[in-house]
């Protein structure tokens, strides 16, 4: 098996699937041609994340990543979310194998730009 | 519940009556076919044995029949050794963009080494137009390397005729049967083929064993240099044990082919049948009626192979996948792409290969088990 215990637990049973339809900030990333697409969708209340939901196209490490950046977001706030990295999720996850770590890490991405969007509409 | 292995494209379990066969050859007549005493002379009767009866089996004559390591060896040299051997005649090869790696990228290594290569696009089925090949013909064409099923879709290509064409011109023809020998009928004087490619483990027989069909009187050079092995040709003692696995896996192949046929075209129009029906946006991938009996390949919209894959796997079922995230390049298969699918419809292919010894209960759980599967995938796709 290529992924960890931990990274196949998120993949099997990802945390906070599903949408948003009154969301606070939406955010996309990917394309389909390299086989990864996550759009997450933010909750804010007094600058902290009070939900976050993922949708995801992709792989396990994709999946893995999207489930795992919603855990690391919900009750930080947006000051603190904006710092998580994608090695920060892959290393919260235990390690990803190296192909994954560009292709399919891209969550940490897609939660930075929900709260762009937050910030843009709330301006 | 019982693991259900369906990637028998990928290799196959070898079967309890070709260990049998091959155990002697590990202890008791273990001897090189090279030597001249009796241990050298019981191996020679072994190795003598199984050329005759992997040789009948394809319609060939004993002599014509090289043991190699396995598919991509016998792909190497069937292709570097016209190459080399016939390049006073010309310097220029055809083949399809579907084929195997074997193919692919010693056509690609010949290139670089003043070698030209065509490769004759399939149609959006996966097969190839015997007219599309004529038009690529020229009068410096040596070789024409055209699989004769493919490893991903199972699409069955008009070999015969492309023989015919190239007897014509006195062209030689090359085609890969890894994956159609016991599954599609294969007498070379039928085909007409000068070379063909056969491995042992995709047919229930041991690993890292082939051989290579050559056509007597073909013009080709050695491409392994050493003793004078397998007439010349192929250098290296003899893998006796593998040896003797292979042609008792070509005799039971060969015994079983009526019924072994029968069941798998069953099996593989159940599962196609059942899965199109109750799984939507699932589309068939490579030609239905030119298709291997043994060979599932569908793409399902929204979802991505890996996933499906590993899902499949926690529920003890084991297929493969045309996904590029699955593959160690990252690239999505060349076979899916040259069928003209989009980036996304690639990713959510799976390949279901069956075996002999699948049964009609573990194809109704495959399905089953794909159906919860995409529910779960595609309620979390942002594409569905």
Redesign the interface.
């Known amino acids: 098996m290529m992924?960890n215990e931990k990274v196949?637990d998120h993949?099997?049973n990802?945390r906070n699937?599903?949408d948003i339809e009154d969301a606070d900030g939406v955010g996309?990333v990917g394309n389909?041609?390299?086989?990864?697409?996550?759009?997450i969708y933010i909750k804010v209340k007094d600058d902290i994340l009070t939900n976050i939901k993922?949708?995801?196209?992709?792989?396990?490490?994709?999946?893995a990543t999207s489930s795992m950046v919603t855990e690391m977001g919900i009750g930080k706030t947006l000051e603190e979310a904006l710092k998580i990295t994608r090695d920060d999720v892959a290393d919260e996850l235990g390690g990803l194998p190296p192909?994954k770590l560009h292709?399919?890490n891209l969550a940490a991405d897609a939660l930075h730009k929900a709260i762009e969007d937050h910030m843009r509409k709330k301006q | 519940m019982k693991p259900i292995y369906m990637d028998h494209g990928s290799t196959t379990a070898v079967d309890p009556d070709v260990v049998r066969a091959m155990t002697p050859y590990f202890t008791e007549i273990f001897g090189n076919a090279s030597s001249l005493h009796s241990y050298g002379e019981q191996a020679t009767v072994g190795l003598n044995a199984s050329r005759q009866i992997v040789a009948s089996a394809i319609g060939a004559h004993p002599d014509e029949i090289i043991f190699t390591s396995g598919g991509t060896e016998s792909d190497n040299l069937a292709i570097k050794g016209i190459a080399y051997r016939n390049q006073d005649r010309g310097r220029h090869i055809i083949t399809s963009n579907i084929e195997h790696p074997a193919v692919l990228n010693t056509c690609a290594y010949l290139e670089k080494h003043g070698f030209e290569v065509t490769y004759v696009p399939v149609n959006d089925r996966g097969l190839l137009d015997v007219e599309s090949v004529k038009e690529a013909v020229r009068d410096d064409t040596i070789l024409i390397t055209v699989m004769h099923a493919n490893n991903e879709i199972g699409t069955i290509q008009p070999i015969e005729e492309i023989c015919i064409l190239a007897r014509d011109k006195g062209i030689y023809v090359h085609t890969d049967a890894v994956q159609s020998i016991g599954k599609v009928p294969i007498d070379v004087n039928r085909i007409g083929v000068d070379l063909l490619s056969i491995s042992s483990h995709k047919i229930y027989g041991p690993k890292g064993v082939g051989a290579l069909y050559i056509r007597k009187g073909t013009n080709i050079e050695a491409i392994s240099h050493g003793g004078s092995h397998e007439r010349g040709i192929r250098a290296g003692t003899e893998n006796i044990s593998g040896i003797v696995g292979f042609a008792r896996a070509m005799e039971l192949a060969q015994a079983r082919f009526d019924g072994d046929c029968e069941h798998l075209r069953s099996l593989r129009d159940r599962m196609i049948g059942n899965i199109l029906k109750s799984i939507d946006h699932s589309y068939l991938n490579g030609d239905l009626e030119q298709r291997l009996v043994n060979n599932v390949n569908i793409r399902f919209s929204?979802?991505?192979?890996?996933?499906m894959l590993?899902?499949l796997n926690?529920k003890g079922i084991a297929v493969s996948t045309g996904?590029?995230?699955?593959s160690?390049s990252?690239k999505?298969s060349h076979v899916l792409e040259a069928l003209g699918l989009?980036?996304?419809e690639m990713?959510g292919s799976l390949r279901i290969t069956l075996g002999r010894e699948n049964t009609e209960a573990e194809a109704d759980r495959v399905v089953e088990a794909l159906i919860e599967i995409i529910g779960k995938l595609r309620?979390?796709?942002?594409?569905a």
């Open positions: 992924y196949m993949f099997t990802p699937v599903g996309e389909p041609t390299c086989g990864d697409m996550m759009t993922f949708k995801t196209f992709g792989c396990g490490a994709a999946i192909i292709c399919s | 929204y979802v991505e192979g890996e996933a590993l899902l926690n996904s590029a995230c699955s160690k990252l999505p989009a980036p996304e990713h309620a979390m796709s942002p594409l």
